[in-house]
Nanobody, 121 residues
Framework: QVQLVESGGGLVQAGGSLRLSCAAS????????MGWYRQAPGKQRELVAT???????NYSHSVKERFTISRDNAKNTVNLQMNSLKPEDTAVYYC???????????????WGQGTQVTVSS
């Protein structure tokens, strides 16, 4: 069983910064893509940013130039540095990872429990 634990959410004023972290633990042979998604009240969960195991990144248009995703493969962690935050960034942010538990098992997608980010105007 692989667990993802997020940290770093909170309340910040518009224009401020926050850094989210996510650590994967458990039976892990390898992790392919890792990423961050968010869900605002009344809206569907949406992609924020992803990063592959070789460091290729992908960002949603709404956060490009403001957010930076990074990962540490040795520690099985992924981070999201969020700058120039806007009220519309307010959401629950979820960590996601494509995990292969052992060399013999297929990879699967797993989620963290989410962390609240609130940006006040």
């Amino acid at each position: 069983q692989v667990q993802l634990v997020e940290s770093g959410g909170g309340l910040v004023q518009a224009g401020g910064s926050l850094r989210l972290s996510c650590a994967a633990s458990g039976s892990i042979f390898s992790i392919n893509a890792m990423g961050w998604y968010r869900q605002a009240p009344g809206k569907q969960r949406e992609l924020v940013a992803t990063i592959t195991d070789d460091g290729s990144t992908n960002y949603s248009h709404s956060v490009k130039e403001r957010f930076t995703i990074s990962r540490d493969n040795a520690k099985n962690t992924v981070n999201l540095q969020m700058n120039s935050l806007k009220p519309e960034d307010t959401a629950v942010y979820y960590c996601n990872a494509e995990v292969r538990p052992t060399i013999l098992t297929p990879k699967y997608s797993t989620w963290g429990q989410g962390t609240q980010v609130t940006v006040s105007s």
